[in-house]
């Protein structure tokens, strides 16, 4: 199992950026697919984006398409999300997960055994 703590969220005016970190420990990094989730208020948690360990595909949400950009350093143990042309909507509490696995739909958070306790993130208008 994978332990997760997401880092960098915080309030930032519209049309600016934060990059978002989540470290991992407990287990070999490598070898799970990572994802990005958020939850606003009142809203169902969903899915931002995800990468994939073994061949590197990246999956994004159409909301952030072309916005958000999804990395991991494998030497570091760490996943990080990229924001940047944030608008008021993105405001939320952005979740880590991890999957091990890797026979599910990376989309839904059912395919995802680990997460961390999230982030908040606030963009002002």
């Known amino acids: 199992q994978v332990q997760l703590v997401e880092s960098g969220g915080g309030l930032v005016q519209a049309g600016g950026s934060l990059r978002l970190s989540c470290a991992a420990s407990g287990d070999t990094f490598s070898n799970y697919h990572m994802g990005w989730f958020r939850q606003a208020p009142g809203k169902e948690r969903e899915f931002v984006a995800a990468?994939?360990?073994?061949?590197?595909?990246?999956y994004y949400a159409n909301s952030v398409k072309g916005r958000f950009t999804i990395s991991r350093e494998n030497a570091k143990n760490t996943v990080f999300l990229q924001m940047n042309s944030l608008k008021p909507e993105a405001t939320a509490v952005y979740y880590c997960?991890?999957?091990?696995?890797?026979?599910?739909?990376?989309?839904?958070?059912?395919?995802?055994?680990?997460w961390g306790q999230g982030t908040q993130v606030t963009v002002s208008s």
């Open positions: 990468d994939r360990w073994n061949y590197g595909g990246k």
């Open positions: 997960a991890a999957d091990r696995i890797g026979s599910g739909n990376l989309y839904s958070q059912s395919a995802y055994q680990n």
